[in-house]
């Protein structure tokens, strides 16, 4: 792990569909979401080199996100933010932290709310 690596990929709008809410109604319907990515590695390795295996796959990233999305049924945005953090560092050892930005696209409140999110930061 390297000490507070400035560099980041960004990976942003991965829109998923799941359940994650409290209402009736979000326990019983999926509903879209959307994350967004800052994982947090030392990239000098990549910038070096230019060989796919001296970064973090952004691919793998996506498809760990997917997996927390479409195997749980939590209840708070929070919740489901810290299990996809968790997912996205162990996905490769050179990841020293994750920002984490999840919305609900279509929040269920009686007010104009385009979205309703989290955003969450864990460090190994």
């Keep these: 792990m390297s000490p507070a690596a400035p560099d980041v990929i960004e990976l942003r709008g991965l829109e998923l569909v799941g359940i ?36 973090v796959d952004y691919g793998a990233l996506c498809d760990a996100v997917a997996a927390v999305v479409a195997a749980g049924t939590p209840q708070l945005l929070e919740h489901l933010s810290a299990v996809i953090a ?10 020293d ?17 385009a979205t309703s999110g989290v955003r969450i930061h864990r460090a190994r």
Excluded at 21 to 36: K, S, Y
Excluded at 97 to 113: F, G
């Design 86 to 95: 968790d997912a996205v560092l162990a996905v490769d050892p050179r990841i």
């Design 97 to 113: 932290a994750v920002t984490v930005w999840l919305r609900k696209l279509r929040p269920p409140v009686p007010h104009a709310l």
């Design 20 to 55: 994650c809410g409290a209402l009736p109604e979000e326990r019983v319907r999926a509903q879209p979401l959307q994350v967004d990515l800052d994982v947090h590695a030392d990239l000098s390795a990549a910038g070096a080199s230019d060989a796919l295996a001296d970064t």
